[in-house]
T-cell receptor, first 113, second 115 residues
Framework: AQKVTQAQTEISVVEKEDVTLDCVYETRDTTYYLFWYKQPPSGELVFLIRRNSFDEQNEISGRYSWNFQKSTSSFNFTITASQVVDSAVYFCALTGSARQLTFGSGTQLTVLP | GAVVSQHPSWVICKSGTSVKIECRSLDFQATTMFWYRQFPKQSLMLMATSNEGSKATYEQGVEKDKFLINHASLTLSTLTVTSAHPEDSSFYIC???????????FGPGTRLTVL
C-alpha cells in the first residue's frame, strides 16, 4: 500500500518569505514517481514536478526547489520569496507499479501581502 | 501537448436525475483514464481506473452501479452519475495516461451540484 503524508494542513506567510512544504511517503515499490501539484481556487490541478525514485538530485526551477531524500522518504518543496499568486493548495503525490496516484491531504498555502 | 478536457465544467441537476461527464485526451491516445472525486477542503480520492475497451476497476466503497464509467475509445471516457443525490455533489476530475508513461494529465474538473 502507498501513503503520502502532508502534515501541514495550512501555512500562512508574508510575501517575500521563504516557505517549505513537507511531504513524506511510504511505498514498497523500488521504482516509483513523486509529484507536486498546485491547485488554485479554480480547482484545476497544475503540474509542478515529477521525480523518479532513482534520481535524488535536487531540482530548482525559478523560485521553486525540491529536496528529495530517499533515506527519510521525503520530497519537500520550497518556494523562495513567496508571492501572493503562490496562494493555493499544494498536493504531493506518489505512483508506483500500480500506476495509480496516491495524493497527500494537501497543504493550503496563504501568502499575505 | 498532453491536454485533457472535461465537459461540462459545471452542472446543476435535480435529485434523482443522471449526469454524464466527458473526459477527452485531445492530443494523445490515453490507454488508461482515472476518475477522482474531491470534496471541499479535502484531497483527491480515486474512484475508478478505466482501460480502453475493458471494464473499469472501482476503488473500495465506490458503487459501480451508481458511477458508470465507459472508456470506449482511446480519447474518450465518460462518467455517468446515476440517480444523483445531494451527497454526490462534488468536484470530479479525470486524468489520462499512456501505457508508456507514469505521468497523469489532468482535466480541469467538473463541479457537480445536486439540488
Amino acid at each position: 500500500a502507498q501513503k503520502v503524508t502532508q502534515a501541514q494542513t495550512e501555512i500562512s506567510v508574508v510575501e517575500k518569505e521563504d516557505v517549505t512544504l513537507d511531504c513524506v511517503y511510504e511505498t514498497r515499490d523500488t521504482t516509483y514517481y513523486l509529484f507536486w501539484y498546485k491547485q488554485p481556487p479554480s480547482g484545476e490541478l497544475v503540474f509542478l514536478i515529477r521525480r523518479n525514485s532513482f534520481d535524488e538530485q535536487n531540482e530548482i526551477s525559478g523560485r521553486y526547489s525540491w529536496n528529495f531524500q530517499k533515506s527519510t522518504s521525503s520530497f519537500n518543496f520550497t518556494i523562495t520569496a513567496s508571492q501572493v499568486v503562490d496562494s493555493a493548495v499544494y498536493f504531493c503525490a506518489l505512483t508506483g507499479s500500480a500506476r495509480q496516484l496516491t495524493f497527500g491531504s494537501g497543504t493550503q498555502l496563504t501568502v499575505l501581502p | 501537448g498532453a491536454v485533457v478536457s472535461q465537459h461540462p465544467s459545471w452542472v446543476i441537476c435535480k435529485s434523482g436525475t443522471s449526469v454524464k461527464i466527458e473526459c477527452r485526451s485531445l492530443d494523445f491516445q490515453a490507454t488508461t483514464m482515472f476518475w477522482y472525486r474531491q470534496f471541499p477542503k479535502q484531497s483527491l480520492m480515486l474512484m475508478a481506473t478505466s482501460n480502453e475497451g475493458s471494464k473499469a476497476t472501482y476503488e473500495q466503497g465506490v458503487e459501480k452501479d451508481k458511477f458508470l464509467i465507459n472508456h470506449a475509445s482511446l480519447t474518450l471516457s465518460t462518467l455517468t452519475v446515476t440517480s444523483a443525490h445531494p451527497e454526490d455533489s462534488s468536484f470530479y476530475i479525470c486524468s489520462a495516461t499512456h501505457f508508456r508513461d507514469h505521468e497523469q494529465f489532468f482535466g480541469p474538473g467538473t463541479r457537480l451540484t445536486v439540488l
